[in-house]
Structures are given as structure tokens and as C-alpha cells.
């Protein structure tokens, strides 16, 4: 909808988001002009791009900068009502204290419960549901990764047209497993992630590792207790090339034989593992589409399904607005465990949070990290966190639970589909060509000409 002045020009349009904010972001499209007023009657008096923000009041040098009724940062040098605030005449603010922040304190009390919404889904003999059913092949090496490679194409042209219940095959592989500290005290990330990915739902069970056999990460590591489905290529029966990749196509045969009898059920939404992310954000996320996100959680967790929202760098800095929303001092506990991590890893390279946002954010309208994890936060709606999930450890709870994360896209998604997630919902604002082939992914545009693009 556009809102036309006198005169036939486009009314200047902005949104504040909380009572005490003094700055709001510009809506139209081509931003706003030095000389409009706004519904308040403020006067712009500089070019405010899209998503940027204005002054809604004399801001004097040192004085806190107010977005969603949090402090984003202080001003550097006295920045006048109807000025544009340029990130560089943002002052970022210290993080919240970890030591003191509220644990527990205001959990929310559980909604109504939604009753009767079911999904079509692959119910799987360990009790979860899928939402596909596809065939992954692992890896426990990146040597063997580009023959899987040649094996995923031979079995999508000879095999999978055979069995057309199964939706894809696809390769889980990965830069680890040879020439690495295995035992290292960090390694039970990766390792651990690798083995909660064979266990995928959308897996369905029917697990089965490439190898070559002389690894540090042996494969039986990545089977479940009593599963079988190794192909070594060092193994000495194999007499060239062709031979390895038949005893990958032969195994591949006799799973895609049990896959196609799956079928789909109407199943509780109760069975859905949800996770949030966004990517390519801007100042729009926190307004629009990441609201929207927090709303269906809430929606979702009272129908008993689990919700995963996730990036410890983009928590960090709201992480006083989660914790007193933590379920028990436990869960408080462990926000503050991963928080505290990320602070200790960027203490070690000598780095700062300031790395974040991106260039992208910054065009977008963040000004800093502050500002970019308030709007990252509001897609965990307002439910209490019931439980807090290390990188790559699976999903034990229902309702809303925190799987940590870096912020890269793909990583991120990578680890909530090791944590269990199922369908992803995925925010952005400047436009990514994100996916993932294990999950179904929904994507939220921020702004309507990004989504008519």
C-alpha cells in the first residue's frame, strides 16, 4: 500500500517500535528526503536511506541511542532531531554482564494448548517423525568425499527412479577425519554432529558411511549401536575404481528398497522439530519477519511441538531478555555457559563482536551487533526456554529450546539439522540463495520488493 502526500508524492513513512525509542526506521522504498515531516513532526534533514535510522529527538553526544526500547548504543557527537544516525555516529555499547544477568525470573506462564493439527509425516522406528524420506550416504573422511560424489550421481540416474517414495539421496560430507587432533578436547563438536546427522529423521534409519580405511575418525563411530553399512575403498576385494563404486551402489540398493515402503501418516503437530534462523538481515527482521516467526512459535509450542531458535552471536547481546525467561536456573545456566563460550573464543583470537553485523547488514540499516541480535531474538516469541542444546547434541525436549550455533548460514543449519530439526524457517532481508537439502526450508522475506524479486 502506498500512502501519497499533497501533491501526489509519497508520504514519509517510518516505524517506531517501542514508546521510548528516539530514533525509528525509514520504510519508503527510496528512502527519506531532507525536508519531510513526519507524522510526528520531525523534519528530516538529511537523506535517510531505507531501513536507516532518523532522529526523533536532539540526541547529545554520549547519550543512549533507544531501539526497541533497548540501548543500541551512544551517540558520537550530538546528533540532531531529523538527522540520519549513520552507524559511524554509533557508539557501541559494553555486552550485558554475564555474572548478573536475571535467571529464571519471569518465566512465562504455558498458553492454552492447540489441539488437533497434524502434518503428513514419515513416522521412524526410534519413536521421531520425518518430514522427508530421503537416503543420505556419511562420510567419516574428506579423502572419499568427491568419489561419494561420483556415486550420488550414479544413483540418482540408475537407482532412485525405482523407488519413487523416496524424495532424494543425498551426501553428508565434510573437511574432517584424517590429519586432525581426534581426541582433542573440542573434537567432540564435529564428531558429535557427524553421528546426530546419520541419525537424521528424514534418514529413516537406514544409515551407511563411506570410508576409506585408514582414517583417524574410524566409521563404526558414526553407526547407531547395532547398525551395519560400511563401504571401506581400501578395502582389498576391490579391484579399481568401478568395483568401489558398485559396493556403494549395491548398498545404496538394498536401503532404498526399505525406504520405498515408507509411506506418510497424519501424524500431531506435536511431532514437528522446527528451527528459526535468519540470514542476510537488515532493519526490517526485527519489525517484521522475525515477529512473524516468534508469533508461529508460540502457536507451535502450545500444539507441543518443538522450536529451535539459534546463533550465540547474534544472542549475545540480548541474552538479559532471555534469561529471565529461561524455564528453571538450570536452563539460565546453560544460556550463560554458551554465551560465555563464544565471549572466551573471541577473547583467545583477540578479536571483538564488532565483526558483526556485515557490510550487507550495515546497508540494510544495523548499525552494530546490538542492534541485529534485539531483532534476532524476536523469533523466539515469548514462550519460556525449556532447554539448551550444545553444538550438534540432538533434541531431547519439547517446546522452545536454544541450539547454539555460530551465525553462518549453512553452519547454522547444518548443526539444527544434527540437533534434529525438521523444517526450517529462515528470515531474510537482503536475499540468500540458502537451502538445504536435508530439510524443507520456508523463506520469510523482510520487505515486499524483496519477496517481488
Known amino acids: 500500500m502506498t500512502y501519497q502526500a499533497a501533491g501526489g508524492v509519497e508520504a514519509p513513512r517510518t516505524i517506531k517500535v517501542h514508546e521510548t525509542d528516539n530514533v525509528a526506521i525509514a520504510v519508503n522504498t527510496f528512502g527519506l528526503k531532507a525536508g519531510m515531516t513526519l507524522a510526528d513532526g520531525t523534519i528530516v534533514i538529511d537523506f535517510v536511506p531505507q531501513g536507516h535510522k532518523v532522529a526523533l529527538a536532539d540526541i547529545p553526544d554520549g547519550a543512549p541511542i533507544l531501539r526497541y526500547g533497548e540501548v543500541i548504543g551512544r551517540a558520537i557527537g550530538d546528533i540532531k532531531r531529523g538527522a540520519w544516525v549513520e552507524e559511524s555516529r554509533v557508539a557501541m555499547p559494553v555486552p550485558p554482564d554475564l555474572?548478573?544477568?536475571?535467571?529464571?525470573?519471569?518465566?512465562?506462564?504455558?498458553?492454552?494448548?492447540?489441539?488437533?493439527?497434524?502434518?503428513?509425516?514419515?513416522?521412524?522406528?526410534?519413536?521421531?517423525?520425518?518430514?522427508?524420506?530421503?537416503?543420505?550416504?556419511?562420510?567419516?573422511?574428506?579423502?572419499?568425499?568427491?568419489?561419494?560424489?561420483?556415486?550420488?550421481?550414479?544413483?540418482k540416474d540408475?537407482?532412485?527412479?525405482?523407488?519413487?517414495?523416496?524424495?532424494?539421496?543425498?551426501?553428508?560430507?565434510?573437511?574432517?577425519?584424517?590429519?586432525?587432533?581426534?581426541?582433542?578436547?573440542?573434537a567432540v563438536v564435529p564428531i558429535r554432529t557427524l553421528q546426530s546427522l546419520a541419525r537424521h529423521p528424514n534418514f529413516g534409519g537406514e544409515v551407511m558411511i563411506v570410508s576409506l580405511g585408514c582414517e583417524k575418525l574410524q566409521p563404526e563411530r558414526l553407526l547407531p549401536e547395532g547398525k551395519e553399512g560400511i563401504v571401506r575403498l581400501q578395502d582389498e576385494a576391490f579391484h579399481g575404481f568401478e568395483a568401489m563404486i558398485g559396493a556403494i551402489l549395491e548398498m545404496a540398493d538394498a536401503r532404498l528398497k526399505v525406504l520405498n515402503a515408507r509411506t506418510r501418516e497424519s501424524v500431531p503437530a506435536s511431532e514437528l522439530v522446527v528451527g528459526l534462523q535468519c540470514g542476510g538481515s537488515d532493519a526490517f527482521s526485527g519489525v517484521t519477519a522475525n515477529p512473524a516467526l516468534g508469533f508461529a512459535a508460540d502457536l507451535l509450542v502450545r500444539a507441543g511441538a518443538t522450536v529451535m531458535f539459534s546463533e550465540v552471536t547474534e544472542v549475545r547481546d540480548a541474552i538479559h531478555l532471555l534469561t529471565?525467561?529461561?524455564?528453571?536456573?538450570?536452563?539460565?545456566?546453560?544460556?550463560?555457559?554458551?554465551?560465555?563460550?563464544?565471549d572466551d573464543y573471541l577473547a583467545q583470537g583477540g578479536a571483538d563482536r564488532s565483526a558483526n553485523p556485515s557490510p550487507g547488514n550495515k546497508k540494510g540499516g544495523l548499525a552494530n551487533v546490538v542492534e541485529k541480535a534485539l531483532g534476532s531474538v524476536a523469533k523466539s516469541g515469548t514462550s519460556a526456554i525449556a532447554g539448551v542444546l550444545a553444538p550438534g547434541e540432538r533434541v531431547k525436549e519439547k517446546g522452545l529450546i536454544f541450539a547454539a550455533t555460530p551465525a553462518s548460514d549453512f553452519v547454522c543449519g547444518t548443526l539444527q539439522l544434527a540437533s534434529g530439526m525438521t523444517l526450517q524457517v529462515f528470515t531474510t532481508g537482503r536475499g540468500t540463495p540458502y537451502g538445504l537439502a536435508a530439510a524443507p526450508v520456508i523463506k520469510v522475506s523482510t520487505r515486499t520488493d524483496l519477496a517481488q524479486r
Not at 519413487?164 to 584424517?178: F, L, R
Not at 529471565?324 to 563464544?342: F, G, K, Q
Open 158 to 186: 540408475e537407482l532412485l527412479p525405482r523407488y519413487p517414495n523416496v524424495d532424494d539421496v543425498v551426501a553428508v560430507t565434510h573437511a574432517y577425519g584424517c590429519g586432525v587432533a581426534i581426541g582433542a578436547p573440542q
Open 324 to 342: 529471565p525467561r529461561a524455564a528453571t536456573p538450570e536452563v539460565a545456566d546453560a544460556l550463560i555457559r554458551e554465551m560465555a563460550w563464544y
Open 99 to 155: 555474572a548478573s544477568v536475571e535467571r529464571s525470573t519471569r518465566v512465562p506462564a504455558p498458553l492454552p494448548p492447540l489441539e488437533g493439527y497434524t502434518f503428513e509425516g514419515f513416522r521412524n522406528p526410534d519413536g521421531s517423525v520425518g518430514t522427508k524420506n530421503i537416503l543420505a550416504i556419511s562420510t567419516s573422511v574428506q579423502c572419499v568425499a568427491g568419489t561419494l560424489d561420483f556415486a550420488i550421481k550414479r544413483i
